[in-house]
């Protein structure tokens, strides 16, 4: 099964993704996670992802989408995957459909978490992560909304929708209910 995460900052992606992908024995892809190894890297490529990540802008979709297209054609991802923080546009769910197709498969779901923007803001404050200062935050948000959002329009159908709000335990289980009803 192919499932893709979506949700604002802050949702708690990162936190059901890990406890879903052990659930569904599929690996947890998580771009973010990606990006951040990238960008620890003392190169030319390492320095300009460092510099995109601390002001909280997408990295070019060219860069993104070729990572996780080598990422899916790893032996583990072939029967399943659960994609966090990707695709966070269009263009980037075109290409996530191309990879998929290029192994016979499609995404079979899309789990979106809802989550008050506010209510985020102050679970990421606490968290208290390099990009997580408030205007970077609110950049990530604005983001969220004008690119990611219309990636469910994309996904018409096949999207699940929870509320995000409540401990990690109680998404979790409305996050399984979710994938395993429809
Ligand atoms: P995340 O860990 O998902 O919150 O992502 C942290 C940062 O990594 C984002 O603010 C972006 O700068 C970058 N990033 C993660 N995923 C993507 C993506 N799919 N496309 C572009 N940039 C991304």
């Known amino acids: 099964m192919h499932v893709v995460l979506v949700g604002p900052p802050g949702a708690g992606k990162g936190t059901q993704a890990r406890g879903l992908s052990a659930?569904?024995?599929v690996p947890h892809i998580s771009t973010g996670d990606l990006l951040r190894a990238l960008a620890g890297a003392s190169t030319e490529l390492g320095r300009e992802l460092a510099g995109i990540l601390s002001t909280g802008a997408l990295v070019p979709d060219t860069i993104t989408n070729e990572i996780v297209r080598r990422r899916l054609s790893e032996p583990d991802a072939r029967a399943g995957s659960l994609l966090d923080g990707y695709p966070r546009n269009r263009t980037q769910a075109r290409?996530?459909?191309t990879a998929l197709a290029a192994h016979g498969r499609e995404l079979d779901r899309v789990l979106e978490l809802v989550l008050d923007d506010e209510i985020a803001l102050t679970r990421?404050?606490?968290r208290g992560r390099g990009d997580d200062t408030e205007a970077v935050i609110r950049h990530r948000q604005h983001l969220y909304r004008t690119q990611t959002e219309p990636v469910l329009e994309h996904y018409a159908?096949?999207?699940v929708t929870i509320d995000a709000d409540g401990t990690v335990e109680q998404v979790a289980e409305r996050a399984l209910r979710a994938l395993r009803e429809e």
Do not use: E, I, K, W
């Open 23 to 25: 659930t569904l024995a």
């Open 157 to 159: 159908g096949r999207v």
């Open 95 to 97: 290409a996530l459909d």
């Open 124 to 126: 990421l404050l606490s």
